[in-house]
């Protein structure tokens, strides 16, 4: 143990409760030059005094014997950050996954539609016609199906009476009537049914929607 250390701890944690020395000593029961020889390094607390002393120097007996602070709330911190941080980079994979649904669902839809006007409107054989309306048909159908797929497992829906957040299975979303990315679901948590929002986490704390 570094008692200089600890002594000049001793010294720093004293002055910022205010005390002199003797204060110190005093409300120990001890003499001043016993204060002194601590903070100077020439000599430890003992352990029968070392509780009450942590007390009043508003410090815990580890803290005393490292001859610093130890910072607990920084590691609180730091694990704090780190799980927002992690937070973040699923809300951005879910952002970008949502982002290509339209990247690649909106031409892909508007193609589809370009060629039921072609198909429609532009002198051609009945062959080709009919081929073209599949085609744009099968096209269309495979965005929206790829689309929901996507929406789907991007994020979380939000029930819009208990807002309890929840993946629902693909079918389930598929099948639902939608205006935009809110979805008219049954809950599965209080079984009302209510157009439940789309949103990039399962937190509750931090409101993040995608609105659009
Ligand atoms: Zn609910």
């Known amino acids: 143990m570094d008692q200089i250390k600890i002594g000049k701890f001793i010294a720093a944690c004293r002055k910022d409760q205010g005390m ?7 409300k120990l029961g001890i003499s001043d030059r016993a204060v002194s020889k601590w903070e100077t390094g020439k000599s430890l607390p003992d352990s029968g005094i070392m509780l009450e002393l942590c007390e009043l120097l508003n410090i815990n007996v580890n803290e005393l014997l490292s001859g610093e602070k130890i910072m607990t709330e920084s590691y609180n911190k730091i694990a704090e950050e780190n799980l927002l941080a992690m937070r973040q980079e699923v ?31 532009v002198e051609m054989p009945t062959g080709l016609r009919v081929g073209l309306i599949v085609f744009a048909a099968v096209l269309i159908i495979a965005v929206a199906f ?11 829906y939000e029930c819009q009476n208990c807002y309890h957040r929840y993946v629902p299975t693909y079918w389930q979303a598929n099948l639902a009537p939608h205006i ?14 209510s157009y439940h929002k789309k949103v990039l986490t399962k937190g509750d704390e931090k409101e993040v929607q995608e609105n659009d």
Do not use: D, F, S, W
């Open 20 to 26: 002199t020395q003797a204060h110190l000593a005093e």
């Open 91 to 121: 809300e951005e994979k879910n952002r970008q996954m949502l982002n290509l649904e339209i990247a690649v669902g909106a031409p892909a839809m508007i193609a589809g539609l370009v060629l039921c006007g072609v198909a429609a409107y």
């Open 146 to 156: 790829i689309a929901v797929g996507i929406e789907q497992k991007a994020g979380y």
């Open 180 to 193: 935009g990315r809110q979805r008219y679901m049954k809950c599965p948590v209080c079984g009302k049914k």
